[in-house]
């Protein structure tokens, strides 16, 4: 079945750092990427997405580029801030006509000033 | 931006007795929800994809009359837990498919809802 794997964390940076989260997924056929981001109290927000290979997703300064090669889509910022302390959810919808998606386990940032 | 809220957000229950979730789309209609389950350290689990006007449609292993999905309206899904217990306890989380629109890239998420079985 499918799967998605990052990295347990949390992760603590430093205001300004630079900030990688890794996730790689197993699936079949050509799914579609996607990283969520939760902030505290709130739901999770589509912080981008990508539907094919080579394609990057960005957002909000955070970019992600979908590996076929290596099944990966690391999460990447040049330099975190503090509200950019959240809980990041790499995802992947399967190719196909049914919606299901397969979340990984969440990575939290702290980031301190 | 469209939202999405869980109510209550935490309960606390008895061993035995029935919890009931709801998950409502404040601000535009639903025709398509999700019910998901996440446990400490592990990742959001899908449960059950709930349409309104037809009973939902449970993934494997999820017990159908132990979490009942009731989606009367196109802005409020709700879940009951039935005869709870200590093993059911967990974090449930919803989220929501705005009408015509197509693709899960737009489900918005609810905030949240710890149960926990005493």
């Known amino acids: 079945g499918n799967s998605v794997t990052q990295m347990e964390g949390p992760v603590t940076l430093s205001e300004e750092a630079f900030l990688t989260i890794n996730c790689t997924y197993t699936a079949t056929g050509y799914p579609s990427l996607f990283w969520y981001v939760q902030y505290p109290g709130e739901g999770l927000q589509l912080l981008l997405k990508a539907t094919k290979a080579d394609d990057k997703g960005s957002n909000k300064g955070f970019e992600a580029t979908y590996r076929k090669e290596t099944t990966s889509f690391h999460l990447e910022k040049g330099s975190v801030q503090v509200s950019d302390s959240a809980v990041y959810f790499c995802a992947l919808r399967e190719s196909g006509g049914y919606q299901k998606v397969t979340f990984g386990i969440g990575t939290k940032l702290q980031v301190i000033p | 931006g469209a939202v999405v809220s869980q109510h209550p957000s935490r309960v606390i229950c008895k061993s035995g007795t029935s919890v009931k979730i709801e998950c409502r789309s404040l601000?535009?209609?639903?025709?398509?929800m999700f019910w998901y389950r996440q446990f400490p350290k592990q990742s959001l689990m899908l449960m059950a994809t709930s349409n309104e006007g037809s009973k939902a449609t449970y993934e494997q292993g999820v017990e159908k009359d132990k979490f009942l999905i009731n989606h009367a309206s196109l802005t409020l899904s709700t879940l009951t837990v039935t005869s709870a217990h200590p093993e059911d306890s967990s974090f449930y989380i919803c989220?929501?498919?705005?009408?015509?629109?197509?693709?899960?890239?737009?489900?918005?998420f609810g905030p949240g809802t710890r149960l926990t079985v005493l």
């Open positions: 601000d535009f209609q639903a025709t398509t």
């Open positions: 989220s929501a498919i705005p009408r015509g629109i197509a693709g899960t890239d737009t489900q918005y």
